[in-house]
């Protein structure tokens, strides 16, 4: 689904989802707009260098290890592209502020990744026609 270039570098989790680095995010929202795919959000991946895992846990530089994760959702008769545009540039957003510039403990090991989930109009059709 996405081009070598972008998945070389990313962190592969063992399910197969990628995490990317925060400068990395743009280009590979780029691709998912370009392709007419829409996210329907993400959440923060904490990995230990040479980790095949990864934690959502996130420590703090106060306060509790924290969970950071944004969606977006479909208005009601959103055409697809404006969706998709929406979802992109929220993804953009997350990018930008998660986590806060003074959230992170200073001397934290790793690095912080961005996992995105992200659906065709036709994934998205069938999500919303199964009842739960």
């Known amino acids: ?7 070389k570098d990313a962190f ?28 329907l959000g993400g959440e923060l991946w904490w990995v230990l260098d040479g980790s095949p895992s990864w934690s959502g846990f ?22 697809w592209a404006a969706f998709v545009r929406r979802c ?14 003074d959230e992170l403990p200073p001397d934290l090991a790793g690095q912080i990744l961005y996992n995105l989930t992200w659906v065709s109009e036709v994934e998205y059709g069938s999500l919303r026609s199964r009842s739960v």
Do not use: C
Request: charged residues 30%; proline residues 7%; negative net charge.
């Open 1 to 7: 689904m996405l081009p070598e270039e972008l998945t």
């Open 12 to 39: 592969r989790a063992k399910n197969g989802e990628f995490g990317w680095r925060r400068e990395q995010v743009p280009a590979v929202v780029a691709v998912l707009r370009e392709r007419m795919q829409a996210i």
């Open 58 to 79: 996130i420590p703090q530089r106060e306060g509790a290890d924290t969970v950071y994760h944004w969606e977006t959702e479909r208005k009601s008769n959103e055409p």
């Open 88 to 101: 992109a540039e929220q993804t953009i957003e997350a990018a930008k502020l998660l986590p806060g510039r």
